[in-house]
């Protein structure tokens, strides 16, 4: 929002115009969530949203990606794609969960509880576990990681700028994730070529988009 400089009252302005009444010293409110609430966002139902989200990540993919790609032996380029795709759905994980606590949300203290309200499902191995099975719970699961994402960036798009970014970066890997397994499932299942554009990342589940340092995600 660009302001007029004529008739900028400066910090007594922008506190009387930000929507952030928040008592200097306070530390039951924040700052960074009012004026977010300000600008139209449903923080409580944002933090749902990105509990639900971070579940998906790290119960119905991270852990079940783990079975899959023990299951893909004989298969070594897929093994190693399905491995990228893992260990970057637990980079989206470590990267969301941060912002749950800063907009105020917290982690269930029960895992069976937290694995139960994944927006996504639990992308069990197949029966029979063959290769176009497996691929194809890759690819779908992938899909739901799209919409789910996608609805993150919509909801908080030129509002929350901060939960957008993490979401975007989150989503740029999702597509990647998404292409590669549809290349995979029409080669194998339709022998058809339907490229992806991907060769492969520097090392196993680099995650450009989501993983800037490696404190966190070695
Ligand atoms: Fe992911
Ligand atoms: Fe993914």
Redesign the pocket.
């Known amino acids: 929002m660009t302001r007029p400089l004529v008739g900028w009252g400066g910090k007594d302005e922008l506190m009387a115009t930000a929507g952030t009444p928040v008592p200097a010293g306070d530390v039951t409110q924040r700052v960074g969530v009012e004026v977010i609430r300000a600008r139209g966002v449903d923080v409580e139902k944002l933090i749902k949203m990105l509990i639900a989200n971070a579940a998906a ?1 790290f119960a119905s ?1 991270y852990y079940y990606y783990t079975i899959l790609r023990m299951h893909l032996a004989g298969y070594e380029d897929y093994k190693e794609i399905c491995e990228d795709a893992r260990l ?2 637990r980079a ?1 994980w470590e990267l969301i969960v941060p912002r749950i606590y800063e907009l105020g949300g917290e982690l269930p203290n029960d895992l069976p509880e937290f694995h139960n309200q994944a927006g996504c499902a639990a992308a069990k191995l197949p029966n029979p576990p063959t290769v176009i099975n497996i691929l194809t719970v890759l690819l779908e699961s992938e899909r739901c ?1 799209i919409r789910s994402w996608s609805a993150v960036c919509d909801m908080t798009f030129g509002k929350d700028p901060r939960t957008y970014d993490l979401a975007a970066r ?1 989503l740029n ?2 597509i990647e ?1 998404e292409a590669w397994f549809i290349e995979l499932l029409a080669h194998e299942r339709d022998g058809k070529s339907i490229s992806s554009g991907h060769f492969r990342r520097g090392e196993p589940g680099e995650a450009p988009y989501s993983k800037n340092r490696a404190f966190y995600n070695p």
């Open positions: 990540e993919t970057e759905d989206h990681a989150i890997e999702e994730h």
